[in-house]
């Protein structure tokens, strides 16, 4: 049995339903992520599980790079993958400075650190009550 997740938006205050994605197809879209991360040389990747706890997306994938271009490798790399598995980016922020980076493809928010930025806003200490997984989890 395959369960679906309602992406939503809100909009005044409600929540308007956008689309259906399978559980499976989302963590598949993290995986691809991942992955895309992994061959670049992205260190210190992390996945958290937020659907528990907010309707931002399902999970954060958090990594870091050494300098700003290849922070800005890492990002291209993971959206030309889930671009061309058909799952194009809805926002992108923080690009040009590379410091930290967020994509945003609704379900999951994958956010690219220089070590500095990362350890600054401390994102798994903020979403601590997430549940940190493993990319075996997925």
């Known amino acids: 049995m395959i369960i679906m997740k ?3 938006e809100l909009r005044k205050g409600r929540r ?3 689309a259906d994605l399978s559980t ?3 963590k598949e879209m993290a995986k691809m992520s991942i992955a895309a991360l992994e061959d670049k040389k992205a260190e210190d990747i992390r996945i958290i599980d937020i659907s528990g706890i907010s309707v931002l997306a399902d999970y954060f994938i958090i990594a870091s790079g050494n300098n700003r271009n290849q922070i800005q490798t890492l990002c ?3 959206e030309e993958k889930l671009g061309k598995a058909g799952h194009p980016v809805k926002q ?3 690009y ?3 410091n930290w980076v967020l994509l945003d493809f609704k379900d999951i928010i994958v956010h690219i650190f220089d070590k ?3 350890l ?3 994102l798994e200490r903020i979403w601590c009550d997430g549940k940190t997984i493993s990319p075996g989890d997925l």
């Open 96 to 98: 040009d400075n590379a």
């Open 76 to 78: 291209d790399a993971v």
């Open 16 to 18: 308007i339903k956008m």
């Open 24 to 26: 499976e197809k989302i």
């Open 120 to 122: 600054f806003y401390d």
């Open 116 to 118: 500095e930025n990362r």
């Open 6 to 8: 309602h992406t939503c």
């Open 92 to 94: 992108i922020e923080g």
